[in-house]
């Protein structure tokens, strides 16, 4: 079945270091690919996607792409500050399975920056 | 605003009292479903509804009920609930094929079954 495998945090990086966290996947078809961010006391948002292979997809300064060769799909951000400490959500929705709109989620990864 | 509204936030009960969990869009959106997310497991879908009167399970759904009489609403009905459904519940909504506009999801509804 799909699944999704995210690096365990908890990542603590000062304020201004560079955030990498590794998402890989694997699936049966050609799935569309997700980071979501999780800030305390909050639901999900969605930070950024991509639907097809070689994409990229940014927001607020962080970028991932999509990487079908390895199946992954690694979020990045040069410099991070305070207020991107949160836990995010590796997660992809296969095309082939579309029932439902299902996301399949990795464990989370939490991050903290400190001043 | 765009937004998925859950009841209650937050919610401590006891085993075998029947409950339900509110959830409500304003989005108009076909799609939605339920996840509860457990430490170090993510979120795992509960249910789904691809539209009115349409749901189906998910990956998790044993102990749980949902139901959609109306496009907006889709209640997660817990008829009697056991201490190992202690989680954080979330609903989420989506319109498009493969959700790839994105779910919006609500705040969450933190349960303590004793």
């Known amino acids: 079945g799909d699944s999704v495998t995210q690096m365990e945090g908890p990542v603590t990086l000062s304020e201004e270091a560079f955030l990498t966290i590794n998402c890989t996947y694997t699936a049966t078809g050609y799935p569309s690919l997700f980071w979501y961010v999780q800030y305390p006391g909050e639901g999900l948002q969605l930070l950024l996607k991509?639907?097809?292979?070689?994409d990229k997809g940014s927001n607020k300064g962080f970028e991932a792409t999509y990487r079908k060769e390895t199946t992954s799909f690694h979020l990045e951000k040069g410099s991070v500050q305070v207020s991107d400490s949160a836990v995010y959500f590796c997660a992809l929705s296969d095309q082939v399975k579309a029932a439902g709109n299902k996301l399949t989620f990795g464990g989370g990864t939490r991050v903290l920056v400190k001043p | 605003e765009a937004q998925v509204t859950q009841n209650p936030r937050y919610l401590i009960t006891v085993t075998g009292k029947k409950l339900t969990v509110t959830c409500s869009q304003n989005m108009n959106h076909e799609y939605m479903s339920w996840y509860r997310q457990d430490p170090g497991l993510g979120l795992r879908q509960i249910y789904y509804?691809?539209?009115?009167?349409?749901?189906d399970k998910g990956d998790v759904p044993e102990g749980y009920k949902v139901s959609r009489k109306e496009k907006r609403n889709f209640p997660l009905i817990l008829e009697s609930p056991s201490p190992n459904q202690t989680s954080l519940y979330f609903c989420?909504?989506?319109?498009?094929?493969?959700?790839?506009?994105?779910?919006?999801f609500g705040s969450g509804t933190r349960l303590t079954v004793v």
């Open positions: 991509a639907t097809k292979a070689d």
């Open positions: 989420a909504s989506t319109s498009g094929v493969r959700g790839d506009y994105g779910y919006t």
């Open positions: 509804s691809m539209n009115v009167e349409v749901t």
